[in-house]
């Protein structure tokens, strides 16, 4: 089936329905999610969104806009970090008047909390900057901003699964997608194309990510030479249930939390003594990983699956029911602890990509690194790199992401389709999505994909995790490398049409091979420490020779990396001690 | 321990009639049901079909009837449905909604429904100051009906929708629509009233409680539409 849209987005996450609910406004738009719209990832988010209103304590877009920087460990790109910090107040206050249900305070305005990272005057204090709806914060933005698009009659196509987009030289004419319901392919011609697919944390074995975190949208651009920029920037998040990686909230610290060794001292004094659990994630995941390698975890034998304590037992149960209900319903659901009681085993876990497809700060995605970009193709939320977040993103700035630069895409793609023409469509529209699936069909007896995606996830966890090495990096890009190579001989073991989530689930896990192995090459390819990437055999930040933005290309299947250059208006980089 | 998973399978494409199927599983007391349909479908069995997303109960995807109760599978621990060594359990698609295929119910119907009652804010007066105030205590009103992931399982769990009245448009309809009613911000209170106010609406609903007593996220759901029922009768006085 063919159907013509001016804009197309792909993803319904908070970052494409955002995008939606601008661009619908003056283009004709369609909105395609392998997901139901509101069981998108975005809904998974606990803690806060940070925006400098001020509510609770002094507060400017100034700081928020330093601490992304510094939080970024001086990669991120200074001119997007200030559109970011300082178009997020008023991007609050939109999310507030359509509704969304933020905490109170007692005077009525909205509540605001600490959270890592986000500090007063140039990082001399924590400063309360995250506006929060309890623990579900991304909840009510994915749920706001649906009822929204109901309200606008977005055009939604539910479970469409996209497969491959049409580029014609640097030049995008529209999409292919796979329906769910019906296993027909259908054709989306449009004159701009939004992608919004979200992360790719399932490239681990431990993590915060949905099954549907798969990195669809950079990893079928990689494919199509488009290049993606610092990979090897993945967040591990210091506070996943242990064994589980179920996300314990940030906000948990924000409150006032504490994280406790063996011996139940709270070691973040020994390496964080400001801003001690209220440290850049980067930091405290690494001080968790170097407690467990000194025999300081909780079970103490050194292994990198080990954990330590997050106590919040000294909050009272009253805080905990008010401000962090979810928490608790986790950790009493899934572990059977009262955080009120007891305190939460946790351990770092894979969390979020800070790179992704190379965009402007409108969305635009970059061709390369010097100033060229593709025409009709956007990309806006977790799977875009503007690049803000740099080499670590700070808890909260997602969430902004996501509805400051998803709405300056919608905006972009409005007005760009007006100019312009729908593409000369090809007389025979690409069948590389299409030829996978037929290849999956003809594949017989092949490999078991789940010993592949085990062993794929196991390889980046322990190889490529908190901690890199260049042995242990080299070993896992062979093993990702044979992964993929066995990839190609697997068989599709269920082959009816309609409703077939085993084809879903292949093709996913293509994505992820894909991505991996480049997030492998990029991290083995950077030789130093920086942000979220630690290498113990290149322990120091080296500014002279790589303070510069990483962008992966894939050509015949192998990956080759080029730089792209980090926009430093105002702040040049400083040791970053917190 | 070992233990039984007994699905009830139906793909309409090429069967008939619907049926059990038995796998037999290793399963640690302390897994979700989710991570045992995983390794159905990942190691044993990859045609079986159910839909999954978040895995810790906040996207509301794999909402289905686990031994005859509406739940959502990942959170839902082996331990609380499977006591020993060799227990069974079974697993069916949700109610009230038609089979796409084994685990997966067709959800358009119960869109449709929540569409009707308008769920969105409603305040076309602009905002003079930066954010419209609402004291904590109005704030918390909302707390409960906010929390609703539209998981569907009040939808499949309702004797009324089951035998009664199928065009009844559902608790998590009411639920959304007092949520919107009961915000100290939201004035559109007479546009949700014609689909609340009807035979169809609040008033079909014959307070059976399952509602309540299978949503995931704690909601008293049969007191919010009982709370919904009373300010239309006091609207209408
Ligand atoms: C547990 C958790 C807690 C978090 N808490 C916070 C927080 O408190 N504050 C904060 O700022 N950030 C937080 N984050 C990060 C933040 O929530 C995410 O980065 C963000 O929500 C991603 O939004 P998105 O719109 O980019 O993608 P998502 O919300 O993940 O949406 C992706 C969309 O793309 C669609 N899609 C994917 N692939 C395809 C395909 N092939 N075809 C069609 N559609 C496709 C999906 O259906 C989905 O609709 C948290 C993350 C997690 C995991
Ligand atoms: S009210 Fe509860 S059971 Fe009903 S849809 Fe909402 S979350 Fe699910
Ligand atoms: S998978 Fe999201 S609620 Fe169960």
Redesign the interface.
């Known amino acids: 089936m063919i159907h013509e849209y001016e804009a197309v987005i792909i993803g319904s996450g908070g970052a494409g329905l955002y995008a939606a609910l601008e661009a619908s406004k003056k283009a004709k738009t369609a909105v395609l999610s392998k997901l139901y719209p509101i069981r998108s990832h975005t809904g998974a988010a606990q803690g806060g969104i940070s925006a400098a209103l001020g509510n609770v304590e002094e507060d400017k877009p100034e700081w928020h806009a330093f601490d992304t920087v510094k939080g970024g460990d001086y990669l991120v790109d200074q001119n997007a970090a200030n559109i970011l910090a300082e178009t997020s107040v008023q991007a609050v206050y939109d999310l507030e008047n359509r509704g969304l249900p933020f905490n109170r305070t007692p005077e009525g305005l909205i509540d605001q909390r600490r959270f890592g990272g986000h500090t007063r005057n140039f990082g001399q204090a924590p400063v309360r900057r995250a506006c929060y709806a309890a623990d579900r914060t991304g909840h009510m933005i994915l749920q706001t901003l649906y009822q929204q698009c109901i309200k606008n009659n977005v055009s939604f196509f539910d479970e469409f699964h996209i497969v491959d987009v049409i580029l014609d030289q640097k030049k995008c004419g529209g999409i292919i997608a796979l329906e769910l319901a019906t296993g027909d392919i259908h054709i989306f011609k449009s004159k701009a194309v939004l992608f919004a697919t979200g992360g790719f944390g399932r490239m681990f074995s431990i993590t915060s990510n949905a099954y549907a975190n798969t990195g669809d949208g950079p990893a079928l651009l990689l494919r199509k030479g488009v290049p993606l920029e610092d990979l090897e920037f993945f967040q591990f998040h210091p506070t996943g249930i242990y064994g589980m990686g179920i996300l314990i909230t940030e906000g948990v610290r924000g409150e006032g939390g504490i994280l406790r060794n063996q011996d139940g001292e709270r070691f973040m004094e020994q390496y964080a003594p400001k801003l001690l659990d209220l440290a850049p994630r980067d930091m405290i995941a690494r001080a968790i990983m170097n407690q467990i390698s000194k025999g300081k975890g909780i079970k103490g034998d050194q292994s990198i699956y080990d954990y330590v304590h997050l106590d919040a037992t000294h909050l009272g149960a009253e805080v905990i029911e008010e401000k962090l209900p979810e928490i608790s319903d986790f950790s009493k659901t899934y572990l059977g602890i009262d955080p009120a009681k007891k305190p939460i085993p946790v351990q770092p876990t894979a969390h979020y990509a800070m790179g992704g497809i190379p965009t402007d700060e409108n969305g635009r995605v970059a061709a390369d690194g010097k100033g060229s970009f593709y025409e009709g193709l956007y990309a806006a939320g977790e799977c875009a790199c503007v690049s803000v977040h740099g080499a670590n993103r700070l808890g909260t700035n997602s969430l902004v992401d996501l509805i400051v630069f998803g709405k300056r895409a919608g905006v972009e793609m409005a007005k760009f389709v007006h100019g312009s023409h729908f593409l000369r469509f090809p007389k025979h529209p690409p069948k590389s999505g299409k030829a996978l699936i037929e290849k999956l069909k003809e594949n017989r007896n092949g490999p078991q994909p789940e010993k592949i995606r085990s062993q794929l996830q196991k390889y980046m966890t322990e190889k490529v995790g908190v901690y890199r090495g260049e042995e242990d990096m080299q070993k896992a890009l062979t093993v990702i490398n044979h992964l993929r190579e066995e990839y190609k001989k697997v068989s599709l073991q269920d082959t009816n049409k309609p409703f077939n989530t085993h084809l879903l689930e292949l093709l996913e896990l293509g994505n992820l091979l894909d991505l991996a192995y480049a997030t492998a090459f990029c991290a083995l390819d950077r030789k130093e420490t920086r942000g979220a990437h630690a290498r113990n055999d290149y322990p120091e930040r080296d500014d002279k020779n790589w303070l510069k933005h990483t962008l992966a290309w894939l050509k015949d299947d192998r990956v080759s990396v080029s730089a792209k250059p980090v926009d430093i208006v105002k702040w040049k980089p400083k040791p970053r001690k917190y | 321990m070992k233990i039984t998973i007994e699905i009830k399978r139906f793909?309409p494409?090429?069967e008939k009639k619907s049926y059990y199927q038995k796998y037999k599983v290793d399963a640690d007391p302390?897994d979700?049901l989710l991570d045992i349909l995983m390794v159905i479908?990942?190691?044993i069995d990859?045609?079986l079909?159910?839909?999954?997303?978040?895995?810790?109960?906040?996207?509301?995807?794999d909402a289905m009837v686990i031994n005859g109760k509406e739940g959502l599978a990942c959170?839902t621990?082996v331990k609380k449905v499977a006591d020993k060594e060799g227990a069974y359990i079974r697993i069916e698609p949700l109610r009230t909604l038609p089979v796409?295929?084994d685990l997966?119910v067709d959800?358009k119907k119960f869109f449709k429904n929540y569409?009707k009652v308008?769920?969105?804010?409603i305040?076309e007066k602009e905002?003079s100051e930066?954010?419209?105030?609402?004291?904590?205590q109005?704030?918390k009103k909302?707390?409960q009906a906010?929390?609703c992931?539209?998981c569907v399982s009040c939808y499949s769990a309702c004797p009324v929708i089951q035998k009664e009245n199928p065009m009844y448009i559902g608790p998590a309809s009411i639920v959304q629509a007092a949520r919107?009613i009961d915000?100290s911000?939201?004035n559109g209170f007479d546009q949700r009233l014609p689909e609340l106010d009807s035979p169809d609406g609040v008033w079909s609903c014959k307070n059976y409680f399952f509602c309540t007593q299978v949503c995931p996220r704690?909601i008293q759901v049969t007191k919010i539409i009982n709370m919904t029922k009373k300010k239309i009768k006091d609207f209408n006085n």
């Open positions: 793909n494409e090429k302390n979700r479908k990942r190691r990859p045609s079909s159910f839909r999954k997303s978040c895995g810790h109960g906040v996207c509301g995807s959170k621990l796409q295929r997966m959800q569409r308008k769920p969105f804010f305040n905002v930066k954010e419209r105030m609402q004291s904590p109005e704030r909302i707390d906010t929390k992931i539209l919107f915000d911000r939201d704690d």
